[in-house]
């Protein structure tokens, strides 16, 4: 990690901190007006590793899913990299009576899951990548249900848009989110005081060269993601100091280990 700690210190985006923000828009103006003060306010984040995030150009970030209050931290980051971030979501957020209507005006992409319009999210993330935007997907799919909050395995979305565009795929950890809401542990609460410390890190690229310029086929496709998600752990690692484990969770698995002991 080398571009130090954050502490809500503007100036100290990193060397670059000339370099002028993107436009960010009506909508998107909106989300910063909310969350920039709320996270000054409530958090002390720590944010390593932008010089990693690239400035320019199309790029497909891929962070690890700890809680339902991550994709709060991770657009914060991303928007302290210069960059403005577009995030493939869950269609019902989308739904949300005026959260929906923000965050939609901010060009964030719907996701449809098990319907046809599912392909739709896929278009519209490869064509932001063309345009040159910034695109977060979350290759887990969900919130992790490893144990010890490591990262699942993952779903090929990610490399598929990668190796379409050839765009750069920056992993990027994050811890803490989870101290603020514990998901999937019952009755959701929030817990904001005292104030929790944040962690985010950007890892270099990953490396998908033995990839590019073959067919995508659906092995391909899954070992490329495999390769991913291998980088996403080993950044988590580094930012928990903890080595991970050697195979991720796999939630499909688990669950049909347990549907197998309920019908014995």
């Given amino acids: 990690m080398t571009d130090g700690a954050f502490d809500h210190q503007e100036a100290a985006?990193?060397?670059?901190?000339?370099?002028?923000?993107?436009?960010?828009?009506?909508?998107?103006?909106?989300?910063v007006a909310i969350v920039k003060p709320f996270m000054i306010v409530f958090t002390k984040c720590?944010?390593?590793?932008?010089?990693?995030?690239?400035?320019?150009?199309?790029?497909?970030?891929?962070?690890?899913?700890?809680?339902?209050?991550?994709?709060?931290?991770?657009?914060?980051?991303?928007?302290?990299?210069?960059?403005?971030?577009?995030?493939?979501?869950?269609?019902?957020?989308?739904?949300?009576?005026?959260?929906?209507?923000?965050?939609?005006?901010?060009?964030q992409i719907p996701v449809y899951r098990d319907s046809a319009q599912a392909v739709d999210a896929f278009r519209d993330a490869v064509a932001a990548v063309?345009?040159?935007?910034?695109?977060?997907?979350?290759?887990?799919?969900?919130?992790?249900?490893?144990?010890?909050m490591w990262p699942m395995t993952g779903k090929t979305g990610a490399a598929r848009i990668a190796l379409m565009t050839g765009c750069p795929v920056i992993p990027v950890a994050n811890w803490g989110a989870q101290d603020i809401i514990k998901s999937y542990t019952g009755k959701i609460r929030i817990r904001l005081l005292p104030r929790k410390t944040l962690l985010v890190h950007a890892g270099t690229p990953v490396d998908l060269?033995?990839?590019q310029g073959k067919p995508l086929t659906n092995q391909l496709l899954h070992e490329a993601t495999e390769v991913i998600m291998a980088r996403?752990?080993?950044?988590?690692?580094?930012?928990?100091?903890?080595?991970?484990?050697?195979?991720?969770?796999?939630l499909r698995k688990a669950r049909?280990?347990?549907?197998?002991?309920?019908?014995a």
């Fill in 46 to 107: 720590r944010f390593t590793g932008r010089e990693n995030m690239p400035r320019h150009g199309g790029v497909v970030y891929v962070p690890n899913h700890l809680s339902h209050f991550d994709p709060v931290l991770l657009g914060y980051f991303i928007w302290e990299c210069r960059r403005i971030p577009r995030f493939l979501g869950k269609a019902s957020v989308f739904k949300i009576p005026v959260l929906g209507s923000i965050i939609s005006g901010a060009g």
């Fill in 209 to 211: 060269s033995a990839f």
């Fill in 232 to 250: 996403v752990a080993e950044t988590l690692g580094e930012l928990r100091g903890e080595t991970p484990p050697k195979e991720l969770y796999d």
């Fill in 256 to 263: 049909r280990e347990a549907e197998g002991e309920e019908k």
């Fill in 13 to 31: 985006v990193d060397s670059r901190g000339d370099d002028p923000r993107p436009p960010r828009g009506f909508w998107f103006g909106i989300i």
């Fill in 130 to 148: 063309e345009r040159g935007e910034c695109v977060g997907v979350y290759p887990e799919g969900t919130i992790t249900r490893d144990p010890e």
